[in-house]
């Protein structure tokens, strides 16, 4: 199947649409999902993302029946592969500084619960399951989860998540603080969309610099986080955006936002 890739009002939908492989990812599809990133980062247009699945999966991560042959040679590689999609894909090592909502639809796990790391905000169907598997099948969970979940969840829950590999349905992932709602399934795009509306509504460039911040001062002292605070705030009150909303306020009109 594909990668799915579609912008309408500010706003991208991604969907991963490979139910017959539980949405998992071979390279072909690592490498599409990595190109559908990008776009949404490169495009002036493109203010926040929404990420989903189709069937009763979210994202399972590489399809170790393909990807793990393509990756020796077994299978022949697909055109245009290239080493970093894989860990670009799960926006590992991969920065975008645009919001990104995640509609998880299902089993979330490995690759998949790599990439839900760098989502910022998450909404869930009842049915969503949680995992970090890789230890119970000997490998390493490489693609952000060891750096991300303690810093985004109390620490002794990451820890129960990453060393015993268990799964967690999505009332306690609630209650973990991992994602923000669990709603049923036919309102699961309308909440994940409610959210993005919402934040399309504001600013773009202070939406974005205001997420950089905040990812940007996990990595930082205090000192260099307020100083780094600073820089984009001033950036951002530099910008043509940061006059019409004062001017929009004055007038008692909706602004008009041109991210720039």
């Not at 670009?88 to 619960?113: D, E």
């Not at 169907?125 to 490489?142: D, H, Q, S, T, Y």
């Not at 590999?165 to 399934?185: I, P, S």
């Not at 990812?215 to 984009?232: F, I, K, M, Q």
């Amino acid at each position: 199947m594909s990668i799915d890739y579609a912008l309408h009002a500010h706003i991208v939908t991604i969907t991963i649409n490979r139910p017959e492989a539980r949405n998992s990812l071979d390279m072909e599809h690592f490498r599409d999902l990595a190109q559908a990133w990008a776009a949404f980062r490169d495009d002036p247009d493109a203010w926040v993302a929404v990420i989903t699945g189709t069937g009763r999966d979210f994202c399972t991560g590489a399809d170790l029946k393909k990807f793990i042959p393509e990756l020796t040679g077994a299978l022949p590689r697909p055109e245009g592969w290239n080493k970093t999609d894989a860990i670009h894909a799960v926006l590992h090592q991969f920065p975008v500084y645009k919001p990104i909502v995640a509609a998880v639809n299902g089993v979330c796990v490995a690759g998949g619960f790599e990439m839900l790391g760098s989502t910022d905000i998450r909404v869930a169907v009842p049915e969503a399951r949680f995992a970090v598997m890789e230890p119970k099948r000997g490998l390493f969970a490489g693609g952000g989860s060891t750096v991300r979940l303690p810093r985004q969840i109390p620490y002794a829950l990451a820890m129960e998540m990453l060393l015993t590999a268990d799964m967690v349905d999505a009332q306690r992932a609630l209650e973990m603080g991992l994602v923000n709602r669990v709603v049923e399934a036919d309102q699961l795009m309308h909440t994940a969309y409610d959210y993005a509306e919402r934040i399309v509504a504001n600013a773009p460039l202070a939406v974005s610099a205001t997420k950089q911040s905040a990812v940007e001062g996990l990595a930082l002292d205090l000192e260099s986080a307020y100083a780094n605070e600073t820089r984009h705030s001033n950036r951002v009150f530099e910008t043509e955006d940061a006059k019409e909303g004062p001017r929009a306020f004055a007038e008692k009109r909706p602004p008009r936002w041109r991210a720039r």
